[in-house]
């Protein structure tokens, strides 16, 4: 494929997933809570307890920032801190049971939108998204 059809591809398909994730964060149950509030809650969800530097590591954030924004979480009972097993100098972090019920719901609202948007497609569209969630998966380094 010519560089001029592969710039084309990249410009429509960064719109149509930036279009697409825009709609489903209209779809959030919840917008008391940052988008970054919540990838750091499902990323704890996601790997189990983990420092405040691991979670900014994952996150890609200075530790500084990640320390504001889990002091956010905690203070509402979404997340709760925890000795460290083998290093008194450091805590852990985990989600609470309304942490992990906050992200259920969440998740819930957004799979819902979007099974009511591919209800309207045909069989072989939907084929072709399925098929496309791996390759999307594969850009993204998931």
């Keep these: 494929m010519p560089l001029t059809a592969d710039t084309a591809l990249a ?31 499902a990323t704890l969800e996601r790997h189990g307890a983990l420092t405040p530097g691991e979670l900014a590591a994952h996150e890609r ?11 956010g979480l905690e203070q509402v009972g979404l997340v709760a801190r ?3 097993a083998t290093d008194r100098r450091q805590v852990v972090l985990q989600v609470t049971a309304a942490g992990g019920g906050l992200l259920l719901e969440d998740r819930r609202r957004r799979d819902a939108w979007l099974c009511r948007q591919l209800a309207g497609l045909d069989a ?3 084929e072709v998204l399925r098929q ?3 390759v999307l998966d594969r850009l993204a380094g998931a």
């Design 132 to 134: 496309a969630a791996a």
């Design 124 to 126: 072989a569209d939907r």
């Design 61 to 71: 954030v200075q530790p500084p920032s990640m320390t504001r924004l889990v002091a």
């Design 11 to 41: 410009s429509a398909l960064r719109l149509s997933v930036l279009r697409l994730a825009r709609r489903l964060r209209a779809e959030r149950a919840d917008t008391e809570f940052t988008l970054s509030q919540l990838s750091a809650l």
């Design 82 to 84: 925890s000795a460290h």
